[in-house]
């Protein structure tokens, strides 16, 4: 399984981004797919998931209600719509997979991707 997440950038607080990460290798409906974050300093923590057919989604709670995470199983990609940015969402982010159903902790996701830098400027 391979993953190339993308989207990153510089964003005021307030705006919007959105990240994608793009799966190859395997089924890609057959996974859960995660979007976790790294700040400086800080632990990779985790940010949503979303079941393998789209049905079912988990956000942490600094994720609630400012960001989505979405899949097109179409065409292989996974998405993390992000709103009202805040100067604490400045952190690389990583999309990850598992075969697990919809998990929160990092050690259970398989496959990891790359990262993309994400920055808010206050």
């Known amino acids: 399984v391979q993953l190339q997440a993308s989207g990153g950038g510089l964003a005021q607080a307030g705006g919007s981004l959105r990240l994608s990460c793009a799966f190859s290798g395997r089924t890609f409906s057959s996974y859960t797919m995660g979007w976790f974050r790294q700040a400086p300093g800080k632990e990779r923590e985790f940010a949503a998931a979303v079941s393998g057919r789209g049905s079912r989604t988990e956000y942490a709670d600094s994720a609630k209600g400012r960001f989505t995470i979405s899949r097109d199983n179409a065409k292989d990609t996974v998405y993390l719509q992000m709103n009202v940015l805040k100067f604490e969402d400045t952190a690389v982010y990583y999309c990850?997979?598992?075969?697990?159903?919809?998990?929160?902790?990092?050690?259970?996701?398989?496959?990891w991707g790359q990262g993309t830098q994400v920055t808010v400027s206050s």
């Open positions: 990850a997979a598992t075969t697990r159903w919809l998990r929160i902790g990092a050690p259970e996701y398989e496959y």
